[in-house]
């Protein structure tokens, strides 16, 4: 059989199978743009199952572009909660007000007009254009680069781009005259019930009696891909810095800045451990002693007086470049007294220590500067005593002037704020009494 036979086998067989095994998805069930778009930025890096719960609460509250146009930004974090990777719900937002100003509220049927709104790339805007409005436009993702490099034997390392342009080729040529919805659909459906990275269920497959890449036995070994560098690990420092007095009953949590990884969303108070040291060095847990000088320096440095008190427990959490190693202190929070410059001042010299010993760069990974740690840089604390400041949030400057917002929270606010997945189970665990023992 040549090569256009196979193609043809591939594309008849393969809208045959999905016809009959299609699942019923949300977002399936109708032709609308918005939920067609809305299920492919939350399908990046995350399985169907948990897009699902996500997908429908999302539309619940946000059910037309113009509503998630106007909604305000902490209401769209927060439905995102649990998902990561929040850049993706930022772009998203920021995409429906482009389409609500250049596009009328409509989200456009032009290729160049697609792929210009923010976070869609050639997959997104080949999806939309294919699954919403039938176009014959490629969606090729790491699922379909996998599906054609065993089916036409394709050795290309599928991290090149160029590996992915001669995809997109062979994909576009792939789709029947006026069967893009479904037959993009019907490919991203076999990578992902059939022929799965680890274990292609070959015997089932209704494209297997003309796949190259199982008749020469490569289909484990397909595609070829290089393997991508793995996450720098981080040793961090927490705060979870129980209020007195006014803030009894409270914790305190701090948004991360305007822009950068995480970008304006609420965390714990933490801290890099580790003295500022190069991408390959491996990181290590710090001994108690030093990390409490440590993070009550650096509490100091923020604008705020705590004292560790002992380890709550260790967490982890793994981004695409950075595992965060994160070891969890309980804190209570003091008044201002002459002892916590000293405090500060031994956590600098502890961190002076540490970076002698290791040939540390100048600056650390994140671009925190060891700066941040003297007592010279503590900003001038403007939160007041007022225990409820979710309406009226202060800010402080630290660092490299980034701007940060304080708030002393309860358990009631954990519904108001969006918190990375690590922090909100951190909180959770908190207000929930899981680390009661610490002091006792
Ligand atoms: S026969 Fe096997 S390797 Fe080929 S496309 Fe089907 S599942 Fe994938």
Partial sequence: MGLIEQKQHFSVNLLDWYMINRRDLPWRRHNNPYFTWVSEIMLQQTRVDTVIPYFNRFIGNFPTVQALAEAPEEDVLKNWEGLGYYSRARNLQAAARQ?????????????????????????????????????????????????????????????????????????????????????????????????????????????????????????????????????????????????????????????????????????????????????????????????????????????????????????EHVFSHIVWQLQVYKCTEQSQSSELPLIAAEARAAYDAQAATTDAATTAPDGQSASAFSTSDQAERKLTDDADVLGDAPQIHIGKGDQLTYRWIGPEDMDKMAFPNIFLKLLSSYFAGIYDDINE
């Fill in 99 to 315: 389409v609500m100003e250049l596009h009328g509220g409509e989200i456009p049927q032009d290729k160049q007009a697609v792929f210009a709104l923010k976070g869609v790339g050639p997959y997104t805007a080949g999806a939309i254009l294919s699954i919403a409005f039938n176009q014959p436009q490629p969606a090729v993702d790491g699922n379909v680069m996998r599906v054609l490099s065993r089916y036409f034997l394709i050795d290309e390392d599928i991290m090149k781009g160029s590996t992915r342009v001669l995809m997109e080729e062979l994909a576009g040529e792939l789709i029947p005259e006026g069967r893009a919805r479904d037959f993009n659909q019907a490919l991203m459906e076999l990578g992902a019930l059939v022929c799965t990275p680890k274990a292609p269920h070959c015997l089932t497959c209704p494209v297997m009696e003309q796949c190259s890449g199982r008749i020469a036995g490569r289909e484990l070994t397909l595609p070829v891909k290089t393997k991508a560098k793995p996450p720098r690990p981080e040793q961090r420092l927490v705060a979870i810095v129980e209020g007195r007095g006014a803030h009894r009953g409270r914790v305190l949590v701090r948004q991360r800045p305007e822009s950068g990884l995480l970008a304006r969303m609420w965390e714990l108070p933490h801290v890099l451990a580790e003295p500022p040291a190069k991408a390959s060095k491996k990181a290590a847990p710090l001994a108690d002693e030093p990390a409490m000088a440590l993070l009550a320096g650096s509490l100091w440095a923020e604008g705020f007086a705590a004292r560790p008190e002992g380890l709550a427990t260790h967490a």
